[in-house]
């Protein structure tokens, strides 16, 4: 059986009309989920706590949800963050009382001003992407008062809005309570 010139045409065109629609497709998914976007989150070295939500604002305040995921309650004497992503914890005296106790599973949404490695405070512009390391000096509940404070840190990678109060408009972060 003998193919006429337009059924051969109108297949050779159908055939690649399938492919670019194809391609416009996956062209699209591609454009909707960005997959040369630098993940946003934050993610501590060893097991104990969860982190989530982390917003670093333009004034340089890092905005972020911690869960104790411990077997103990926790009591929390300090937190620093800063651009320095040094594996060995800033020198930290801590106080004569906690600033925090965690319950065992509870999660609580603490406010910080990062800092550079100099310990001074950093101003990133909206938009552009921020790391940093944030420590946490901590004891268990149940640790004795000549027990040494312990640290952890985690590592957080997010996009910076502008800081409440700036002239751009952008979600801006809830306060702590």
Do not use: H
């Not at 751009?168 to 809830?174: D, F, G, L, M, V």
């Amino acid at each position: 059986m003998k193919k006429s010139k337009g059924q051969a045409a109108m297949e050779y065109l159908m055939t690649y009309g399938w492919a670019l629609l194809v391609i416009v497709v996956v062209i699209a998914i591609l454009l909707i989920i960005n997959p040369l976007q630098p993940p946003t989150g934050c993610r501590f070295d060893s097991l104990g706590f969860l982190c989530s939500e982390p917003l670093v604002t333009s004034s340089g305040k890092l905005y972020l949800k911690i869960t104790n995921a411990n077997q103990n309650n926790i009591l929390i004497y300090g937190m620093n963050c800063t651009t320095n992503r040094a594996p060995s914890p800033p020198s930290f005296s801590p106080p004569s009382s906690p600033i925090r106790t965690l319950q065992r599973q509870e999660q609580y949404e603490f406010n910080i001003t990062c800092v550079d490695a100099n310990g001074v405070a950093v101003t990133p512009s909206a938009g552009s992407d921020f790391a940093a390391k944030l420590w946490i000096f901590y004891k268990n509940q149940e640790d004795g008062a000549s027990y040494p404070v312990r640290s952890i840190s985690a590592n957080i990678v997010s996009k910076v809005v502008s800081a409440p109060g700036s002239s751009t408009s952008s979600p801006s972060p809830t306060q702590t309570s």
